[in-house]
Nanobody, 115 residues
Framework: QVRLVESGGGLVQPGGSLRLSCAAS????????MRWYRQAPGKERELVAT????????NYADSVKGRFTISRDNAKNTVYLQMNSLKPDDTAVYYC????????WGQGTQVTVSS
């Protein structure tokens, strides 16, 4: 059974940090481009970060560039999103996605940035 399970979300104050994890099972995530998306209430889902199969290439939305870092550990079939200098606008449900010729999605993890 294919699964992507996100974890690490929560409530954090502005300026704080969180590290999201996405654990893949049922398929070899090392063969998939992995992405993090987010969706805030009333807004469309937004692509946040992308990492290549090897981890050598990454891309970020302008809104998170310099603050977020995507990484992967193919030996653990896991992808991470390190989020620093968090802002209230980063509040959203964060989703992990695996993309090859099909798309796999996790259930999402809530990130709330508030004082």
């Amino acid at each position: 059974q294919v699964r992507l399970v996100e974890s690490g979300g929560g409530l954090v104050q502005p300026g704080g940090s969180l590290r999201l994890s996405c654990a893949a099972s049922g398929f070899s995530a090392s063969n998939y481009v992995m992405r993090w998306y987010r969706q805030a209430p009333g807004k469309e889902r937004e692509l946040v970060a992308t990492i290549s199969t090897t981890g050598l290439n990454t891309n970020y939305a302008d809104s998170v560039k310099g603050r977020f870092t995507i990484s992967r550990d193919n030996a653990k079939n896991t992808v991470y999103l390190q989020m620093n200098s968090l802002k209230p606008d980063d509040t959203a449900v964060y989703y992990c996605n695996g993309h090859r010729w099909v798309d796999y999605w996790g259930q999402g993890t809530q990130v709330t940035v508030s004082s």
